[in-house]
Structures are given as structure tokens and as C-alpha cells.
């Protein structure tokens, strides 16, 4: 009896370590692949913004844009990849907002875009 409830309690605790190293294995496989496309596409949204002068036109939807880039490529530098993958695509609306705004400010003055 006594030999069986030591091999029981083996069996627990190996049943116990799989199922914990599964667990861990999950959670540190859930961190996501980095989000390249976002990234990607947020540097080009403010690249198109700078071509067409938002900073200057639209201002504050520039630098709303810049301080979610500069936050989302601090989250992707720590690994943080869904909250970098969200900042990404914040900073591109902003940017595409500013890019659409300076280029409304531009036909109204005259110029051309």
C-alpha cells in the first residue's frame, strides 16, 4: 500500500510539472510575431506626412502620430508586440489624418499637393 501511494505521488508530480511547462510554454508562445507590417506601414504614413508638409498644416495630428510611433517602437523594442502592433496603427491614422489635412490646407491656399 505504502509503494503505491509513492509511485501515485510521482505520477502527480510528474503529471503536475507537464502541466505547468505546457502552461508556460503557452503563455511565452502567445507574445505573437512582431508586428513588421504595422510597423512598416506607420514609418510610410509618416513619411507621406513629412512629403506634404503636415507638420506644418496639420500639426497636431502630426505629433499625435510621432508620439504613438515613438510608443509604439518603445513597446515592440520590450516585445510588447500587440500593444506596439495598436500604436502602429494609431500613429498611421493620425498620420494619414495630418497628410489629408495638410493637403486640404494646401489646395485652400492655392497651391497644389
Do not use: W
Not at 502552461?23 to 513629412?50: I, S
Request: charged share 25%.
Amino acid at each position: 500500500m505504502l509503494n503505491y501511494k509513492i509511485q501515485n505521488e510521482k505520477g502527480l508530480n510528474k503529471a503536475l510539472f507537464l502541466f505547468l511547462a505546457t502552461l508556460f510554454l503557452f503563455v511565452v508562445g502567445c507574445a505573437g510575431a512582431p508586428p513588421l507590417v504595422e510597423q512598416a506601414k506607420a514609418v510610410e504614413a509618416q513619411k507621406y506626412a513629412k512629403q506634404n508638409y503636415a507638420a506644418k498644416y496639420a500639426s497636431s495630428y502630426y505629433i499625435k502620430g510621432a508620439a504613438y510611433l515613438k510608443k509604439a517602437h518603445e513597446y515592440f523594442e520590450k516585445r510588447v508586440y500587440e500593444k506596439a502592433k495598436d500604436a502602429y496603427i494609431i500613429s498611421m491614422r493620425y498620420f494619414e489624418k495630418s497628410e489629408t489635412k495638410a493637403r486640404i490646407s494646401q489646395i485652400k491656399q492655392g497651391g497644389e499637393f
